[in-house]
């Protein structure tokens, strides 16, 4: 096979310390060991090495990473939203950990939904993403993954971008998921909209179905998404494939994938 006329677009974003990529309560830490730092720790298998044996005297760089399985780029698990999953068929099931999903809904044909001209907290309706799908073209396949490229993208490495963007509702993701799609994925801090809006809009109505309702459906049919990804807009709305393979975390609800578009398979 030639792999030479493949395209790859890096749609992740890094894990990086200074940027509120999450709140405050779930940022990473990222501790740097340099090279001329990590003598001593060579000096435990090799007792009797100076530093100027080894060449310029430099060592191996080492990071140690203090962060939850949902910083950076990740994949959610069915686990993450619910204890149960496919309540719709009647027979629901113990939801998937991230180490349990299926490899084939990693790495499929996918398609962009451009939801930048939503306001903030927006919830996107089944209506939405029909019109976007028409406007495009295209007409979903089971197992297609769907990436909604929302305001948030272009906010990353503000202060503002946990709280940046639309969202994706219950009813929006349930209009996927009843066409067969596993997988889904945001540039936004999470697939619903920010909690600061949820909240107020709670709030006024006291209708606390909409908390995270949009998480919630995969209760109904079982089902991954992206958070967190980034560069959706250099992307076209067709034409690609998506490998995002999760970290196998033992009974996790999430796990950190590189997320990448590939065009020319």
């Known amino acids: 096979m030639d792999l030479s006329s493949l395209r790859f677009v890096d749609i992740s974003m890094p894990l990086e310390n200074g940027?509120?990529?999450?709140?405050?309560?779930?940022?990473?830490?990222?501790?740097?060991?340099?090279?001329?730092?990590?003598?001593?720790?060579?000096?435990?298998?090799?007792?009797?090495?100076?530093?100027?044996?080894?060449?310029?005297?430099?060592?191996?760089?080492?990071?140690?990473?203090?962060?939850?399985?949902?910083?950076?780029?990740?994949?959610?698990?069915?686990?993450?939203?619910?204890?149960?999953?496919?309540?719709?068929?009647?027979?629901?099931?113990?939801?998937?950990?991230?180490?349990?999903?299926?490899?084939?809904?990693?790495?499929?044909?996918?398609?962009?939904?451009?939801?930048?001209?939503?306001?903030?907290?927006?919830?996107?309706?089944a209506a939405d993403v029909e019109a976007e799908l028409a406007r495009v073209g295209h007409t979903l396949k089971p197992l297609d993954i769907v990436v909604v490229n929302t305001a948030a993208g272009a906010m990353y490495g503000r202060d503002e971008y946990v709280d940046t963007g639309c969202g994706m509702g219950r009813e929006a993701t349930l209009y996927l998921l009843e066409r067969g799609v596993r997988l889904t994925g945001t540039d936004a801090w999470s697939w619903d909209a920010p909690f600061v809006y949820t909240r107020d809009k709670v709030a006024q109505t006291g209708d606390k179905s909409l908390i995270w309702e949009g998480h919630k459906a995969g209760?109904?049919?079982?089902?991954?998404?992206?958070?967190?990804?980034?560069?959706?807009?250099?992307?076209?709305?067709?034409?690609?494939?998506?490998s995002c393979f999760p970290v196998k975390v033992k009974s996790a609800s999430a796990g950190w994938t590189r997320a990448v578009a590939i065009f020319g398979l």
């Open 19 to 125: 940027v509120k990529s999450d709140p405050d309560i779930s940022r990473p830490k990222i501790d740097y060991m340099k090279h001329d730092e990590s003598i001593a720790r060579i000096q435990t298998f090799f007792p009797d090495l100076k530093a100027e044996e080894l060449p310029d005297a430099a060592g191996w760089a080492v990071e140690k990473v203090q962060i939850s399985t949902h910083n950076g780029t990740h994949l959610d698990a069915p686990y993450h939203f619910h204890p149960t999953m496919n309540h719709a068929s009647g027979k629901p099931a113990p939801a998937w950990t991230i180490d349990q999903v299926p490899l084939e809904w990693c790495f499929r044909p996918a398609v962009k939904l451009d939801f930048r001209h939503f306001g903030n907290g927006y919830v996107a309706s």
């Open 219 to 242: 209760r109904d049919i079982g089902y991954c998404h992206l958070e967190k990804l980034s560069n959706l807009e250099a992307l076209p709305a067709t034409g690609f494939m998506i």
